[in-house]
């Protein structure tokens, strides 16, 4: 620990993680993403064969997880890094053979392929993915940006020539530094250098890849709004009619929601978010708090604690996804509208 380091910010990974355990055993329907951040803290604490271990822990039901692509890269990386390398080749392989449509495996193990120098055979899972994910595609979605980043980055250190994809990197990237300086093999020169100005050149690159990676960081945990579909709603206010001032109507509580996060957009709050509920699991929370579900001073408390259980969604959508609301229309045309 640096001598400047407040202790109150060290984080005890391995405290983190058994929390994190004890809250997915009360919580099983949210165990997935609960389980992936306990190992996630276990591989910080280079509790490696622990981590393993919570990913062989959900594989072993993998007809229950919501994306059994993404635990089988993790634990792929993670092998990795305590010299399992045969049997981590062996997972991404498969993987590769049967392409996930979620960006996020392929982003890992094209890392994991990146960081270990095996350069071409990165460079070729991050094609293979842009491919199939992006073909056609007229606005990349947020979640494949880090496929064309990577992509990009992986082909500056094999000195290959900008291509199309390239160029979209290029446009997609806000940092005032461009990914050409930002993704230079001769950057790591300049670290070395005993000239002012080429250190502090560096440094200002590094400041804006720390920005970036703390935004994208930031963006799993946003302030979270209550989302209820029209079904859901239904059944609360029957249960609980004391609700009803809270949801006059269906159509009502979903414009509130729209408004509410573009009011707090527009105040500069970052990292919003959409939860979305359902009466078993609010009235599960409602006994756990030792309070009735018609307590209106419950809901707010519900929104945080489904978010901290990783069920957020980022808001706002892409212009041309699904709307958040469920209506299966693009965004733009329902209530980004």
Known sequence: MRPDTPAENVVDHTAEAARLERTADRYPEDAEALLLRAA???????????????????????DTLENAPLVRALKASNLWEYDHEAEARAIIDGIRATPPRDPA????????LEAHDELEAAHDTFTEATTLL?????????ATHPLLFGRHRVRRMLG???DDWDARADTLHSSPVSLDELHDPKRVWSLGSDN?????????RLQAELGA???ALSRPFPVAVLHWPAEELSELLSAYPELAAEYPSHPEHLATIESSLRELSTSGTPNLGIVTGTVPSYEAFAASEGSSPS???????????????????????????????????????????
């Open 40 to 62: 996630a803290h276990l591989e910080l604490a280079d509790a490696r064969p622990a981590a393993t271990a919570l990913y062989d822990r959900l594989l072993a039901t993998p």
């Open 196 to 204: 002012p100005a080429e250190l502090e050149a560096e440094i200002s």
């Open 295 to 337: 307590d209106t001073t419950l809901l707010p408390q519900y929104a945080t604690t489904l978010a901290a259980r990783g069920r957020a969604v980022a808001w706002p959508p892409q212009r041309t996804s699904d709307c958040w609301c469920g209506q299966n229309q693009p965004y733009d045309t329902c209530h980004g509208a």
């Open 213 to 215: 990676f703390r935004a």
């Open 134 to 142: 992006l073909t056609d595609v007229a606005e990349p979605p947020y």
């Open 160 to 162: 290959l020539p900008h």
């Open 105 to 112: 495996p392929w982003v890992i193990v094209a890392e994991s």
